[in-house]
């Protein structure tokens, strides 16, 4: 799940969301904050290289695992894990 807007001091919170994760859970958090909330499937081992996001951005990952890699920091995300993207990153 994905979103976009204002300003965060940390890029990930462990166990921010219970697993299974809900779309409805997520977006009684994030609405209040001022994002909204979108699901994007990645296949297994898509890498989205030199991407720039435009504006923040939050990802919740509901199931499988992520990596990210911001401000040559590499971030390992695992279900119920939200990550803050900013804008430029």
């Known amino acids: 799940m994905v979103s976009s807007t204002h300003e965060?001091?940390?890029y990930v919170r462990r166990h921010k969301?219970?697993?299974p994760v809900s779309?409805?859970?997520v977006e009684q958090d994030w609405v209040p904050r001022g994002y909204?909330?979108?699901l994007f499937v990645d296949p297994p081992g898509k890498e989205w290289?030199?991407?720039t996001h435009?504006?923040?951005e939050l990802v919740v990952v509901v199931s499988g695992h992520m990596q990210f890699t911001i401000d040559?920091?590499?971030v390992q995300l695992e279900p119920g894990d939200e990550c803050f993207?900013?804008?430029g990153k």
């Open 8 to 10: 965060h001091r940390e």
């Open 17 to 19: 969301f219970s697993v």
């Open 23 to 25: 779309k409805e859970a």
């Open 36 to 38: 909204s909330c979108d």
């Open 49 to 51: 290289r030199d991407f």
């Open 54 to 56: 435009e504006q923040d």
């Open 72 to 74: 040559q920091e590499v």
């Open 85 to 87: 993207i900013p804008a």
